[in-house]
């Protein structure tokens, strides 16, 4: 068994250095375009008063969707997409919600997972795959409202092949 346990660590070590393993790490950053996006909102009971600024409540279970054209540089890059699922009651800047979105780029897309509050400042979550050049991505993105939209930052994290 004492000859056995080192032969079983030494073949572990070279299989997983076989594999190359590590990732290469990307940082992407884009501007989202406040107008020329879409909004909707769907409205589970009990039922809220909707105005010119959006529901007046959210309740669990409402559904709340959204897109936002992307720009790098000033010229059109993608476009963010999201619904969000409302999970604690409350107005717009208190509720709390479980989101799940796709940006789209020119070298494919990223799939994000946030949940919190729905209107902060800043939005903090989860990179949890992508398409194209991202495919096994993972990492994290940080949307920060900015006069006339926000700002993303996306820390992509991809296995080297």
Known sequence: MRRLVPAVFAVLVLGLSACGGGYDTKTVKADEEESGGSFGFSDAPPR????KEGPR???PGD???????????????GELSAT???TQPGSFRVAKAQCQGT??????????NVSGKF???TTRG????????Y???GGTFTSVEAGGGSKDTFEIRIPKK
């Open 48 to 51: 809220t008063k909707v105005g």
């Open 57 to 59: 409540e959210l309740s």
């Open 63 to 77: 559904v709340l969707a959204f897109s936002s054209r992307l720009k790098q540089g000033g010229k059109p890059a």
């Open 84 to 86: 969000c699922a409302i």
């Open 103 to 112: 940006a789209t780029l020119p070298d494919g897309e990223l799939v994000l």
């Open 119 to 121: 209107a902060s400042g």
């Open 126 to 133: 989860a990179i949890v795959g992508g398409t194209g050049d």
């Open 135 to 137: 495919i096994g991505a």
